[in-house]
T-cell receptor, first 110, second 118 residues
Framework: GIQVEQSPPDLILQEGANSTLRCNFSDSVNNLQWFHQNPWGQLINLFYIPSGTKQNGRLSATTVATERYSLLYISSSQTTDSGVYFCAVEGETSGSRLTFGEGTQLTVNP | ETGVTQTPRHLVMGMTNKKSLKCEQHLGHNAMYWYKQSAKKPLELMFVYSLEERVENNSVPSRFSPECPNSSHLFLHLHTLQPEDSALYLC?????????????????FGAGSRLTVL
C-alpha cells in the first residue's frame, strides 16, 4: 500500500514563530488531507489538498503531486496550535482508503 | 462541534464485559468509519460503511462487531476485549459513498471514545 512519512516527528516552538511540516508519500494520490488533533483527541480537518495551494488564516498548505510531497505552513504560531498534525492520503492505485502518517507533535510555548 | 457525536467519551471495562460505542452524524453524509488510535501508532482503519453496507473490514478481531442501522448511526459492539485493545476509538463520516469512495472524501471526525480495558 501507499507509504506516508511525516517530518519532523516532534517540533517545539516559541509563540510567534513560523514552522513548516512535511508529508512525503510514495504513490500518486486522489486525496490528501491535513488534520490537527488537539490534546483532548479531537481531530479537525484543516485542508483537503490533493494538489495546489490553499490558505486559511495563519495556516497554508501546498501539495506538489508530481514530486509526491505536501507542506503545511503555520505562521505566527500560538499555544492553541499545539497538538499533533496528521497527513492522510488516498492513493490512486493502492486502494481507496485514507492512510495516515505518524504525525508531527507540535508544542508551542508561551 | 463537528457534526459527528460519539458516546461515551470515556469507557472503562473488564475483559468479560459487553459494551457498545455509539456514533451519530448530522451532516447528511453517506459513509461512516471506525478508526483505532493506539499510543505512538498511526490511525488504523477498522471498518467502513457506505450507504449502510459494510465495504471494508481490515482484519479486525471478531470481538469488535460493527453495526450501521442507518446512514446517520454507527455502533461498535465490544465483547471480551483484551488490555491491548485500550485505545482511542474515532468515528468519522464523509460525503462519498460506494465502494470506490475516491476523490473528495473529506473526513469529519468525532471527538473519540477513550477505552480502557482492565
Amino acid at each position: 500500500g501507499i507509504q506516508v512519512e511525516q517530518s519532523p516527528p516532534d517540533l517545539i516552538l516559541q509563540e510567534g514563530a513560523n514552522s513548516t511540516l512535511r508529508c512525503n508519500f510514495s504513490d500518486s494520490v486522489n486525496n490528501l488531507q491535513w488534520f490537527h488533533q488537539n490534546p483532548w483527541g479531537q481531530l479537525i480537518n484543516l485542508f483537503y489538498i490533493p494538489s495546489g495551494t490553499k490558505q486559511n488564516g495563519r495556516l497554508s498548505a501546498t501539495t506538489v503531486a508530481t514530486e509526491r510531497y505536501s507542506l503545511l505552513y503555520i505562521s505566527s504560531s500560538q499555544t492553541t496550535d499545539s497538538g499533533v498534525y496528521f497527513c492522510a492520503v488516498e492513493g490512486e492505485t493502492s486502494g481507496s482508503r485514507l492512510t495516515f502518517g505518524e504525525g508531527t507533535q507540535l508544542t508551542v510555548n508561551p | 462541534e463537528t457534526g459527528v457525536t460519539q458516546t461515551p467519551r470515556h469507557l472503562v471495562m473488564g475483559m468479560t464485559n459487553k459494551k457498545s460505542l455509539k456514533c451519530e452524524q448530522h451532516l447528511g453524509h453517506n459513509a461512516m468509519y471506525w478508526y483505532k488510535q493506539s499510543a505512538k501508532k498511526p490511525l488504523e482503519l477498522m471498518f467502513v460503511y457506505s450507504l449502510e453496507e459494510r465495504v471494508e473490514n481490515n482484519s479486525v478481531p471478531s470481538r469488535f462487531s460493527p453495526e450501521c442501522p442507518n446512514s446517520s448511526h454507527l455502533f461498535l459492539h465490544l465483547h471480551t476485549l483484551q488490555p491491548e485493545d485500550s485505545a482511542l476509538y474515532l468515528c468519522a463520516s464523509s460525503r462519498g459513498g460506494g465502494t470506490g469512495y475516491s476523490g473528495a472524501n473529506v473526513l469529519t471526525f468525532g471527538a473519540g471514545s477513550r477505552l480502557t480495558v482492565l
